[in-house]
């Protein structure tokens, strides 16, 4: 490891300041947690912004002390790689939310001394952005050279884009989708139904208390599933026995039940189950058209766009990001669309970095030298 | 209704005989629920028999008295239908494991007079077509048509045919596989971890008390997204809402969660968790190759086949059944394969009824005309 540890920093919203909310609430209190890598170059025009995933946080890449696990994009951020350190300043930031740092259902309300649970307000992705938006006007940041981000990353990305076209010099949607289709919502559903039918879940109130974590665990198999493809399911698992006979029993007796359980008890140790539904809520709302023809979405933006998708992401498909590319292109914006081809689902992301980072590195000097 | 009404009735495995079981149990008490539409002809040569999905019972058409709810292939069996009860005699049983009849977890174990609970025995897809055997025996019939169902069903036909070839001039297999892929039995496991998970479960043990209704639904809410495709749920609901406005809520606030919640409630009504965890095991264990290469399993098979797929069936694809196709026709079978181009996912087989009726009534014909 010759990488230096990192360390997650925290932004607290000044007293008297509001972050107003998409459904007419508002939040008083605010923190982030954020992790730069790099340095801010003297105009400040060398910025990256990473977005993360449902289940990720700030810790983007590097180690934190008397951790032995990297940062969730470790292979994609660092010094020669895709997002260099050597040239960029990468700040990636956990969503509000979350339960990783940045004020969520598990943080404590200010009125009551106790955890919010419920009571924290329904944010959006939308919520999301302009969250991170005061953490870029704390750090005095006026122009983001790329905004990058899988899954629900690159929602934000898009999000992004939409708010704040004039910031944006480019943009990375990894894996991503324009808005949260029927489908998309329905699995997420089950997952939050999932919870919420675990009595320990209690309405949301059960901090200090046993946590629903069964239905937690439910949650989170119905999402691994749809971050693989069949395809790879079969190459790792297929028909595989954890013995060597079937027992005829309900015990787990098949790997890939096993992997599921294991996935689901793992996440659990890691993750609150209200910040799951939240945040899983955030990403149905998101609807980057709302009424509107995707096209005239995207009226005046003159950010570069990279897009990328993976053959075998059956959960954000190909054909949904083919739709937006149309949409930009018939805005005149300059779009690189590339649908690598991969049998890891919509995991590739996380894990197909040699194609990603040739493409993203590329993209990335160019809109550099565009300055 | 100009259709009479139709009875079900019980078969009962004689006292002393018993149902021997892949797994090396055996059931010495067997009840087998049935129903038969048209007539037996004087040869015998006219039976058609229809086996049923998941969810399934033996009531396959015509009206129960009482009932305002026709039987789940009703548009399918009848007089002039695909399956035409003025030429053919159609039988349909309910598998062993579900709770419509015929002996299942809910069955009462005469040994304790206490429902089996998890003490009945496991069963697979074989045995269910051994208990069919038992009732054909039974009827007097020694040679079948046709056996034809879709999903479990088709899993049904399969197995007859490896079993039983002698006695099989056709076979239907609908919207079903082979075998279980991982894919399949990681959304069977997930559904019965939600059931697990619901504290009424109790082990099983749960009759007269109350049942594991939330576990119940969350498993069928899953089970009903990879029944639909994404196109269909999308032209169905997109993102339609139920109110005008967005509520920012847990509440259902997409028309797709209110369906799903639907369909889940209105399930564990008629459904018992228990045969859910029997059934969806049995399904998961089919694997009518095991150890041997697919073109072996049907060697020396001489029946008919007539297979039929949905080109949006995400479950069981178009693409696992033309493996099962090359390995019939490898053994010189006369296999006629049909994709039928439809949005509807694997639902489809129970909502296409102009393709299939003329596919399987031509079918049948030719068949008869074998004879």
Not at 40 to 61: F, Q, R
Not at 93 to 102: Q, T
Request: glycine share 8%.
């Amino acid at each position: 490891m010759s990488e230096k540890f990192v360390e997650t920093k925290f932004y607290k919203m000044p007293q008297g300041e509001l972050l107003n909310l998409e459904s007419g609430l508002f939040l008083s209190s605010l923190t982030i947690a954020y992790e730069t890598h790099g340095s801010l170059n003297k105009d400040k025009t060398n910025v990256i912004l990473l977005c993360h995933a449902l289940s990720g946080d700030a810790h983007v890449a590097g180690y934190h002390v008397a951790d032995d696990k990297p940062g969730w994009w470790a292979p994609m951020v660092g010094p020669g790689k895709a997002f260099d350190t050597e040239k960029y300043f990468i700040i990636c930031s956990n969503v509000i939310g979350s339960c990783k740092g940045s004020s969520g259902p598990n943080s404590i309300n200010p009125e009551t001394g106790k955890p919010f649970g419920l009571s924290f307000p329904i944010v959006t992705v939308k919520d999301m952005v302009n969250a991170q938006k005061k953490l870029l006007d704390f750090l005095g940041i006026k122009k983001i050279l790329s905004v990058a981000g899988g899954s629900m990353g690159g929602m934000q990305v898009l999000q992004w884009v939409k708010e704040y076209p004039e910031m944006i010099m480019s943009a990375i949607p990894i894996a991503t989708t324009y808005k949260h289709f029927a489908q998309q919502i329905a699995f997420n559903e089950v997952g939050r139904q999932a919870i919420m039918a675990d009595p320990a879940w209690n309405n949301g109130d059960y901090y200090g208390k046993e946590a629903p974590s069964r239905g937690l665990a439910v949650a989170r198999m119905i999402g691994h599933i749809t971050y693989m493809s069949s395809e790879s399911m079969d190459a790792k698992f297929g028909r595989s026995l954890k013995n060597k006979e079937l027992g005829y029993e309900f015990a787990t007796e098949f790997e890939i039940e096993g992997y599921l359980g294991y996935r689901g008890d793992s996440f659990v140790k890691r993750f609150d189950a209200n910040s799951y539904l939240y945040i899983t809520k955030a990403m149905d709302y998101f609807d980057i058209q709302k009424d509107k023809n995707l096209i005239d979405v995207f009226k005046g933006v003159s950010s570069r766009f990279l897009i990328i998708t993976f053959s075998s992401d059956w959960l954000y498909t190909p054909a949904q990001n083919k739709e937006l590319v149309r949409a930009l292109k018939m805005n005149g914006i300059d779009v690189t669309y590339c649908e690598i081809g991969s049998s890891y689902g919509h995991d590739a992301f996380l894990i197909e970095f040699d194609e990603q980072t040739k493409l993203i590195k590329h993209f990335l000097e160019k809109t550099f030298k565009t300055l």
